[in-house]
C-alpha cells in the first residue's frame, strides 16, 4: 500500500514533467550538469548555432515549417541533439517546427531577444524596461509549453568589451525576473543561463556574478562561454581548454561553449578535433558540452552548410564535424560531474575592472502585473523597447583566435528614423526616462546599417559578424508604445 503510493506519487511526479512517449524529456540541472528528465543519465550538449539568414536576413527560423522540414533531417545526419536559436519573433506560431524538432530527438535553446527588444549597451538602465520584459514574457510564453527547451538565455554578450561591464546588473535583473514570471505562472523551471563573450580581463568575474549571491532566483542555472580559443589543429593545453578546466573547476552550474569553432588559418575546413576534447573525461567534470557556430554559412563565413531555397549543400567542415561527432561519444557514466559546489563568491565593484554592482535594479513595476494576467499579446518584431536608449550594437565574437572579444573593435553606426519616431516611450513607471541618452533622436534617416565586430586576435582573420537588420517601418501600437524609435541593435 504504501510502497504503490509512493511508486504512484513518483510516477505522477515523472508525468507532469515529461511525456512518456516524449523523444525530448524534459533535462534537468543537477550541480554542475544536465540530465535526461527520463533516463536520469547526463546530457551533453551536441550542437549547432541555428539562424539562417543571420542578421542580415534576420528570420524566425522556428515559424517556418518548409525550412525546419530542410534542416532536422540534416541535423539528425550531423548527430547534433541541441541548436541554439538567437532570436525568434514571438507572435509567430512555432508548432509545427518544435514537434518536429521533438520527433527527432532535438532541444532548443533560445535567446529571448530581438534586436530591437533587447538591452542597451549604451544605456541599460532606460533599456530595461516593462515593454522590453513584456516581450521577454511573452517569448517565454510562447515556449514553455515545449518539453524540448532546454534553456533560455537572458542575454548573449551584451558585455562585450572590457569597458561595458556596467550592464551586468541589468542582465542579471533579466534572469532573475524571468525565472520569476515562470514561478508566477507556473510554468516548468526552464533553466535560464547568459552566453559570454570571451573576455581575458573580466571572464572569470563575468561567471562569478551571474552565479552569485544568496537570492537563488538572480543566480543563472546555466552559463555558456562563446569560446574561440581552439583553432585548427590545437590540442587540449595549446588551446588553452586546460587552463579553462581549472579556471572553472569549482563552479557550481552546468557550464557549456556556446559558440565554438574557430575558423581562423584555417583553409580546408574546420578539422573540429575539439569534439575529441570536449567529449572527453579531460572535460566532462566541468563541461556540458557546447554549440558549433554556425549552421548555415553567413557573411561572415562559419556556416557548415550552403543553403539555396530548397537545398543545402553540405561543407568540409561539416563533414569534419560528423565524424569528429561519430568518433568521439560522451563519456561514460557521469562523466566526474559534482553536484556539491557552491555558488560563487560576488565578486566586488572595481572601477575599470569590474562595474557591476551586485544591487540589481528592482523591476520596472509596471512589468509586475505580467505575473498576474501574463505578458499579453505578443509584439513579435514590432516590439521596439529601446527608445532613445542610445545608440548600440549586440553581436557575437569575431570568433578569431583566443579571447576574441577584448581586442575587437566595433565599428557601427548607429541609424534611425528621423524626428518623432524616437522618443516618448509609454513604458514604465519608473523614472527612467531622465537617463534615456539624448543622442537618440538625432540618429541619421539611413536606416541600413551594418555592424561588424572585427577581430584582430592573432593574424590575419577578419571576421565580419553579423550584420544589422535595417529599420522596418515605423510601427504604432496603440496601448502599447505611443512611439517607435528604430535602434540599431543587432543581437546576434
Ligand atoms: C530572407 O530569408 C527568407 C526566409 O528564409 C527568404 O525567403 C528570403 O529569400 C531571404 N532574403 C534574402 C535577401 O536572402
Ligand atoms: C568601449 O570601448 C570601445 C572601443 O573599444 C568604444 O568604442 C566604446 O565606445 C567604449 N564604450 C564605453 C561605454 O565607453
Ligand atoms: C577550487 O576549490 C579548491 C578547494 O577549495 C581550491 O583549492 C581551488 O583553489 C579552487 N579553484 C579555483 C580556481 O578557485
Ligand atoms: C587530455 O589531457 C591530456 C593531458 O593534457 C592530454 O595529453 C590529452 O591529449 C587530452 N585528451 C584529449 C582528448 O584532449
Ligand atoms: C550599488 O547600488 C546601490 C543601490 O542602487 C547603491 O546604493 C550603491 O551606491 C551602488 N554601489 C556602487 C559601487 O555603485
Ligand atoms: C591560444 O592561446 C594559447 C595559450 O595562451 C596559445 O598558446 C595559442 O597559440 C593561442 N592560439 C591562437 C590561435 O591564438
Ligand atoms: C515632431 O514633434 C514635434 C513636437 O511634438 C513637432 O513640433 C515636430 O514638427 C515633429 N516633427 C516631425 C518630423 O513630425
Ligand atoms: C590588438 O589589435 C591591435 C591591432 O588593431 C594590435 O596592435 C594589438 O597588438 C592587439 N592586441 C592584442 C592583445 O592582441
Ligand atoms: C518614421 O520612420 C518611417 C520609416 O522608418 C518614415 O517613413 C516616417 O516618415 C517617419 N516618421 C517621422 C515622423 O519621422
Known amino acids: 500500500m504504501r510502497l504503490s503510493t509512493t511508486i504512484g506519487t513518483l510516477f505522477t511526479l515523472l508525468a507532469g514533467v515529461t511525456k512518456a512517449d516524449s523523444n525530448t ?21 551536441r550542437g549547432v548555432d541555428y539562424q539562417p ?15 525546419c522540414k530542410r534542416d532536422i533531417p540534416v541535423f539528425q545526419d550531423l548527430g547534433i541533439n541541441t541548436i541554439r536559436v538567437y532570436s525568434v519573433d514571438n507572435s509567430k506560431d512555432h508548432s509545427d517546427c518544435m514537434q518536429e524538432l521533438q520527433k527527432a530527438g532535438i532541444y532548443l535553446i533560445l535567446d529571448v531577444n530581438t534586436p530591437h527588444a533587447s538591452l542597451s549597451r549604451i544605456d541599460p538602465e532606460c533599456s530595461y524596461n516593462a515593454n522590453y520584459l513584456q516581450s521577454v514574457f511573452a517569448t517565454v510564453d510562447a515556449f ?25 546588473p541589468y542582465v542579471k535583473a533579466v534572469v532573475r525576473d524571468m525565472k520569476k514570471y515562470m514561478k508566477a505562472r507556473s510554468y516548468r523551471a526552464i ?23 544568496d537570492d537563488a532566483d538572480a543566480r543563472v542555472d546555466m552559463f555558456g562561454v ?52 570536449i567529449y572527453s573525461k579531460n572535460m566532462s567534470s566541468v563541461f556540458s558540452g557546447g554549440l558549433v557556430y554556425e549552421y548555415s554559412s553567413e557573411a561572415n563565413d562559419y556556416g557548415l552548410v550552403e543553403i539555396d531555397g530548397d537545398s543545402v549543400t553540405k561543407s568540409n567542415d561539416y563533414q569534419n ?3 569528429q561527432y561519430a568518433a568521439h561519444s560522451d563519456p561514460s557514466g557521469d ?5 556539491d559546489k557552491k555558488y560563487s563568491n560576488c565578486p566586488s565593484y572595481k572601477k575599470d575592472v569590474w562595474e557591476a554592482n551586485n544591487t540589481l535594479p528592482e523591476m520596472p513595476s509596471a512589468a509586475s502585473a505580467y505575473f498576474k494576467k501574463g505578458a499579453g499579446t505578443p509584439q513579435g518584431t514590432k516590439a521596439y523597447t529601446q527608445n532613445d536608449c542610445g545608440s548600440d550594437v549586440h553581436v557575437v565574437p569575431a570568433g578569431g583566435g583566443n579571447d576574441s572579444g577584448s581586442n575587437s573593435t566595433l565599428s557601427s553606426s548607429s541609424s534611425s528614423s528621423s524626428g518623432n519616431n524616437t522618443s516618448t516611450s509609454t513604458s514604465t513607471s519608473t523614472s527612467k526616462s531622465d537617463s534615456q541618452s539624448s543622442s537618440a533622436s538625432t540618429k541619421s534617416t539611413n536606416s541600413k546599417t551594418a555592424s561588424i565586430i572585427t577581430s584582430t586576435r592573432g593574424s590575419s582573420t577578419t571576421s565580419g559578424h553579423k550584420k544589422s537588420k535595417g ?22
Open 144 to 168: 514553455a509549453q515545449y518539453d524540448n527547451v532546454l534553456g533560455f538565455f537572458a542575454g548573449n554578450e551584451v558585455i562585450n568589451e572590457a569597458n561595458n561591464t556596467f550592464t551586468a
Open 191 to 213: 533553466p535560464v543561463g547568459y552566453s559570454a563573450a570571451d573576455i581575458s580581463s573580466n571572464r572569470e568575474l563575468a561567471a562569478e556574478y551571474f552565479n552569485c549571491g
Open 226 to 277: 562563446n569560446d574561440y580559443s581552439w583553432c585548427g589543429n590545437s590540442d587540449f593545453q595549446k588551446s588553452g581548454y586546460a587552463t579553462k578546466m581549472q579556471l572553472y573547476e569549482n563552479y557550481s552550474i552546468p557550464i557549456f561553449l556556446s559558440e565554438f569553432g574557430c575558423n581562423q588559418g584555417v583553409t580546408d575546413g574546420r578539422p573540429f578535433t575539439e569534439i575529441g576534447a
Open 321 to 323: 564535424l560528423k565524424k
Open 25 to 45: 524529456p524534459s533535462i534537468k540541472v543537477n550541480g554542475n550538469a544536465f540530465f535526461d528528465g527520463k533516463t536520469g543519465t547526463r546530457f551533453y550538449i
Open 335 to 339: 562523466g566526474g560531474y559534482s553536484s
Open 471 to 492: 529599420a522596418g517601418p515605423a510601427l504604432e501600437i496603440p496601448g502599447f508604445f505611443s512611439a517607435m524609435t528604430e535602434l540599431m541593435a543587432v543581437i546576434l
Open 53 to 67: 539568414g543571420g542578421s542580415s536576413n534576420l528570420t524566425d527560423p522556428l515559424a517556418d515549417a518548409d525550412n
